[in-house]
């Protein structure tokens, strides 16, 4: 379907769909209209029963809510788009309510785990070096994934202490401080490493693969799950992981909520909100150990 490519055209170049959104929404949409052609139908004839059906067979095929609720934000805007350009004479998902998702509470590592974890990179050898920089800047700063592997050199100031992020067309630009620790990781990283892993001055990636090419997800996954196995801890961690601790870190020890949401990134406070969910379980415990009438 020749319109399939013009949607992609008008995700990046009018709607300025980050990488990740772009990749997910193409993906839900052809996975949609896969299953329209098994069906003999047609995206620009489908109507709302249509789009439930395609959501029951969703969750028939085991999808959990949140999964069929992103496929329904991704048909939307695809279906939003259609009409714009007059393929489809109507939104078929105009009246489709997503399913209810279970919001689950983020996992947070311990401040002792976070400790151990950013202990265990050998910083002796290059790859460790690298390693323990990555580490030390996500737990500092609790930026994204993306947003770590796609720092660029000039987005480091280690003389101010923070690093610049964000400034795309989704959100403003943040910056955000770095602990010593996070610096000293850094710089040792920047004056020893960095330029014996590129090939050419070019190379703007702060973080490079041995390779000397810009550290991928894919790659950083891998550096998270060998050292959480190297730790031994016992839970789920995920570079999102680091991200939920440093907020949830940061409210216990009494940052305002607000702050936390600019140097999240998130748009709507709700979304930090959540973070207090987690703490004041832990406040509770604390309150009933130590009140002498608890």
């Known amino acids: 379907m020749d319109y399939l490519q013009t949607y992609k055209q008008y995700l990046t170049q009018v709607k300025h769909a980050s990488d990740n959104t772009l990749s997910s929404y193409l993906r839900d949409i052809n996975q949609y209209c896969r299953w329209l052609s098994v069906e003999q139908s047609e995206p620009e004839t489908a109507t709302s029963v249509t789009v439930e059906c395609y959501m029951r067979y969703l969750t028939g095929q085991g999808k959990s809510a949140a999964t069929v609720t992103r496929c329904v934000a991704s048909l939307k805007s695809f279906y939003t788009y259609l009409c714009d350009e007059g393929i489809a004479q109507e939104n078929p998902t105009a009246g489709v309510k997503p399913a209810k998702v279970e919001r689950k509470l983020p996992q947070i590592l311990t401040s002792k785990e976070v400790e151990l974890f950013l202990e265990q990179p050998d910083t002796a050898d290059a790859k460790g070096c690298r390693d323990k920089a990555m580490l030390e800047v ?19 100031n280690l003389s101010a202490a923070f690093i610049r992020c964000g400034g795309s067309n989704r959100e403003k630009e943040r910056n955000i401080p770095l602990y010593p620790a996070a610096i000293r990781a850094l710089a040792q990283y920047l004056e020893l490493v960095r330029a014996r892993m590129v090939h050419s001055v070019e190379q703007r990636a702060l973080f490079v693969n041995m390779n000397g090419e810009r550290m991928s997800r894919q790659g ?11 730790a031994g801890i016992k839970k789920v961690v995920t570079p999102h992981t680091l991200r939920h601790s440093f907020a949830a870190h940061l409210l216990e020890n009494g940052a ?38 608890a």
């Open 256 to 293: 305002d909520l607000r702050s936390i949401q600019e140097m999240l990134g998130h748009a709507d406070i709700s979304s930090t909100q959540i973070y207090t969910q987690v703490v004041n379980p832990k406040i509770k415990d604390v309150y009933n150990k130590a009140h002498p009438r």
């Open 220 to 230: 950083f996954w891998k550096i998270i799950k060998h050292y959480q196995e190297k």
């Open 138 to 156: 996500l737990y500092a700063t609790g930026i994204r994934v993306s947003e770590l592997i796609g720092l660029n050199l000039e987005h480091v």
